[in-house]
Structures are given as C-alpha cells and as structure tokens.
C-alpha cells in the first residue's frame, strides 16, 4: 500500500512538474513570437515586401535617390549567382544560385559503401538545364545540433543528426562540445577532425568524390571547404602554422585540389586567415566569406587582393589570383531578420547599402543575398545581381563611392570599381555625411564607430575640384558614348559642373544646380563624344567643378552606352 501510495505522488509531482514545462514553453513562444511581430511591424516601415528596380531612362534627368539603373540589354555574368529570397520574382535578371546539401554520413552510410548517385541527380535538378548556378558542400564534421528553447536557457528542445558517419563511433573519435552560440539558442558537437582514424578515412571520402566525375560537372559552380566550428554550416579556420594538426589541414586542401584537378577553381575555402588564403590561392582554389555584413573586415587583405596605398586608398590588385582567374569568390549578406549580432533595426539600410557596394568592390562573383521576408533595398538588389563576376572588359559601368572609414589601425578611403578619386592640390576633398554604425561593428576602431558617406568640395581653401580617373581597361581614348550618373547632395543652392573630355585636347561641361533640401539626388549626363586620356589611378578623365559653395558627391557611376 505504501509503495502504491508512494508512485501515485510521484506521478502527481511529474504532472505538475510536466506542467510547469509545458507553461514555461508556452510562455518563450509566446516572447518569441512578440518580439517577431514588433520586429516585422518595424521592418514594414522601412523594408519592402515586393520587387523592384530602377528603369532605364537614356536621357539627361534627374531623380530624387539613388540611380541602380542599368540599360536593359545588360545581362547576368556566366560564372555568377545569387541565392535570394522566394519573394524575388522568377523574371529575376541575375543568376539564381541553389544550395545542395551533402553529408558524408549520406554518401557513405557504412564504411567502404559510397554512393554519389543522390547527390548527382540533385545537382543537375537544381541547375534546372544551366539555368541556375549550383553551390555545395561535403559536410562532414557534426555529430550533433542541440537546440534550446530560447538564449541562456539550457533546456533541449530538440536534437539534430549530424553530417558525420554513425559509423566512425567505432573508432574512438572524440566528441567536441562547441561554446552554445551566443545569438541563436543552438550548440554545435563536433568530430575532432584531426583525429588519425577520422582523417585517413576523410581523404579517402575526398578522393572517392573526386573520382564520381562531380567535380568536372558543367552544372557545378562551387564547392565549400568545411571545417570544424561551432557554428551551423561548418565554417571555419585552419590551425595556426606553429600547431602540429596544422599539416593535416594542408593534406585536407591539397586532397581537395587533386579531386578536382582541372577545376580547383570552383572550390571555395571557408577560412579568412591569411595563410589559409595563400595556401589555396597557391593550390588554385578560390574562397568565400560569410559575413560580409561586417565590411570592412577584410581591409585590407593582401591574398584577397585588398590593399590600403599610403594614403590609405582600398585598392584593389587586379593580379590577385582569386580576381585575375576568375575563381569561385562569395560571401554571404543575409542577417537582416533580427537585431542580436548586428545592431538596431534602423541601422540595417545602411549597413545593407555598404555591404552589397563591397561586395562588387572586391570582384566577387557569389553571394547569398538577404534571406529574410522582406527586401531592404530591392534596386541595389537588382543591380548587384548583374553586376555580380562582371570584369573590367565585360562590366557595364565602373564607379566610385566617395566614402571614408577608420578601422582599427587603418583609414579606409572609398569603395571603388574601376573609377577612381584621388586627392591632390587643387583637389583636395573633405569626407562628409557622417553615419554612426553599432556597437557590434567591431572591426572599427573604438573611437570611430561612423562612416563618412561623401565628400565635398573645401572652396574655402581653394580647392574646388574631385578628380576622377577611369581604368584603361573599362574605356580609354574616344569617342566613346556613355552615361554619366552623379548622386550628389542637394544642399546649400550651391553650383557646381561634370568636366570631361570631348578629345585629346577639348573638354566640355555639364551643370548642375542645387536647392536646400538636403536630400540625395541623382543627376544623369548622356555624353556621346566623350573621351578618357587618363592614366587610371592618377589620370583626370573627369571632374566636378564647384563654382558656387561646395559640391557634395557620393557616388559616381560611367556607364557603357551603345
């Protein structure tokens, strides 16, 4: 009786604990989906629900805003994509890229037995005939994914299988538990992958892909180099140089590059460190970035061929190898769907307008666009999607965005894409528009969390002028037709005139006068007489005269005309 007794209270305190459970549940749903809602209801306010862009207008005008606007017979670059949204239309311009996932725990479900069959048949399904541009990965490293009911509650609500083979339990792996991510209620278990039973069995996996004719297939653009980490998609870093699993790292890469001999191009390291970069640069490889939110952390970065001159301009080395041969180059700009890793809400436009401008100022050729329900910028949108993998021979436009930052140890003056801005006597510019950026930007130094978005003319100490010099590549000599786009601050009634050359000897003018508004306008000049005797970084192709106050300019944009 008394034990009868002793289960039936045992059974009551379950209940009431099961209960608590089920409230607590309820209650982080219910937090969860309030703050969702107060999130979209701010987003609606300031994002787009539907696709747009900006029309092609082949005429001297002027618009309020920023000009994305390119003529229509512009297409998508063949080695390019763009992972997007369901909310962008199928009539999209750019190349549409798709993921394909693949495990080694799913091309070789017991030890010896591969098969490659699946994940062959889901490559050319997601190329849709060469429509679509295909990216994935051998993900191989999880043993597990725990999910938590919401941040700093350790309580699992679910669990995951992993990438790794069942299998390799035998073999006396250990098993890493990752540090619970700090912005999303999950946790990463890791394989030690540089475990030697792991590793032999790993090459041998890496040379048996190789030898499925994947790698050489025309419907495969790219293909990631995982890694253990403790986030979700298997990102991460090679050991340092001085570690002894360091050589092991090395045989990863270098088996990768004989699976895909011929093609190590379309592989993409994961890894930011410098060496990691030399050594596939070395290899042929090319690489991608996840977090190009954060844009100014590769400045500079000499392997990706990102470079600051003494003036601390962010050039860019056109022999970088990842640039010059066209490899697999990506990076990812989707974290606009809450406010934890990267600041407030009213921050993400500009962040956005950075990050996409960034993206082409390094020639990258790939890039998961945005992920969310909405669209923060649908022109920009539009026009990196076609911009995306263009060369200086086969871009549209080149342009310069006249912007300044300082990062930690550097001063970063300009996004620039064959259109260059330099100072000089006479044309000395003052950085201007100033925009402060989160907390959470921590590659800025801590004095200097803002950009500067412009710069303008200092008539006041004479210097009147902003020189801009085209890449010999893009257009040189003439006469050449093109369109001439300035975004310009509207401010101060000021006047100020577009020089360029209409020979080796003349030049001609075009003028703009301002109001008081403050606002951003574009003003668009069709030249069709137009010639550029510049020398590229130095050479003066085109400037902006100030006749009256100070001209203040954003972005300049030439653009290709038939």
Request: hydrophobic share 35%.
């Amino acid at each position: 009786m008394n034990s009868r007794k002793s289960a039936l209270r045992s059974l009551a305190f379950a209940a009431v604990v099961f209960t608590l459970q089920d409230s607590g549940v309820a209650a982080a749903t219910r937090e969860t989906r309030s703050a969702t809602d107060d999130f979209n209801e701010r987003a609606a306010r300031l994002f787009h629900r539907e696709y747009f862009f900006h029309p092609w207008k082949e005429s001297d005008h002027t618009v309020d805003g920023e000009d994305w606007s390119l003529p229509p017979w512009v297409k998508a670059a063949p080695y390019s994509g763009m992972q997007v949204p369901k909310t962008v239309p199928k009539d999209f311009p750019g190349r549409i890229q798709r993921g394909v996932k693949a495990t080694w725990r799913g091309v070789e479900p017991e030890e010896g037995r591969f098969d490659f069959a699946p994940l062959r048949a889901a490559i050319l399904k997601a190329s849709e005939q060469g429509k679509c541009s295909v990216k994935m990965g051998l993900e191989a490293t999880v043993w597990e994914t725990r999910y938590f009911r919401k941040l700093g509650d350790p309580a699992i609500e679910r669990v995951d299988v992993g990438s790794a083979p069942r299998w390799l339990t035998h073999y006396g792996i250990a098993i890493i538990e990752e540090r619970p991510n700090s912005s999303a209620p999950f946790q990463v278990v890791n394989l030690d992958i540089y475990n030697p039973e792991y590793h032999q069995r790993y090459l041998k996996l890496v040379a048996e892909f190789g030898r499925s004719g994947i790698p050489q297939m025309k419907e495969l653009d790219q293909c990631y180099l995982h890694l253990r980490s403790a986030s979700r998609g298997e990102e991460g870093t090679g050991p340092s140089l001085t570690d002894p699993n360091r050589r092991l790292y090395e045989e990863r890469l270098r088996a990768w590059a004989a699976a895909f001999k011929g093609v190590a191009h379309k592989l993409c390291n994961v890894s930011g460190k410098e060496e990691d970069i030399t050594l596939c640069n070395q290899l042929g490889m090319g690489q991608r970035n996840g977090f190009v939110e954060h844009y100014l952390t590769y400045a500079p970065s000499a392997p990706l061929g990102q470079e600051l001159d003494a003036d601390g301009y962010l050039v860019v080395n056109e022999q970088s190898p990842i640039i010059a041969e066209n490899r697999a180059s990506g990076d990812e700009n989707e974290e606009y769907s809450n406010e934890v890793r990267f600041g407030p809400l009213e921050t993400f436009p500009h962040r956005y307008h950075e990050s996409m401008l960034r993206v082409l100022q390094m020639r990258r050729n790939f890039l998961w666009a945005e992920s969310g329900r909405w669209l923060v910028n649908p022109p920009l949108l539009h026009y990196v999607a076609l911009e995306l993998g263009q060369t200086v021979r086969t871009a549209p436009d080149a342009w310069c965005y006249l912007r300044e930052s300082r990062v930690r140890r550097n001063m970063v003056k300009n996004f620039e894409r064959w259109l260059f801005q330099r100072d000089a006597d006479g044309e000395r510019t003052v950085p201007v528009e100033k925009v402060d950026v989160p907390e959470q930007m921590y590659e800025y130094h801590p004095s200097h969390h803002y950009d500067y978005t412009a710069r303008r003319t200092d008539s006041a100490s004479g210097q009147t002028l902003i020189r801009f010099g085209v890449d010999d590549a893009f257009l040189s000599g003439g006469p050449h037709r093109v369109a001439v786009k300035i975004t310009y601050l509207n401010r101060d009634n000021a006047e100020w005139a577009l020089a360029y050359h209409t020979s080796d000897r003349r030049t001609a003018t075009r003028s703009v006068t301002c109001g008081n508004t403050g606002k951003v306008r574009t003003v668009t000049f069709i030249l069709n007489d137009a010639w550029f005797p510049g020398q590229g970084y130095t050479g003066s192709d085109l400037q902006i005269q100030a006749t009256k106050g100070d001209a203040v300019i954003r972005l300049v944009r030439v653009i290709k005309l038939k």
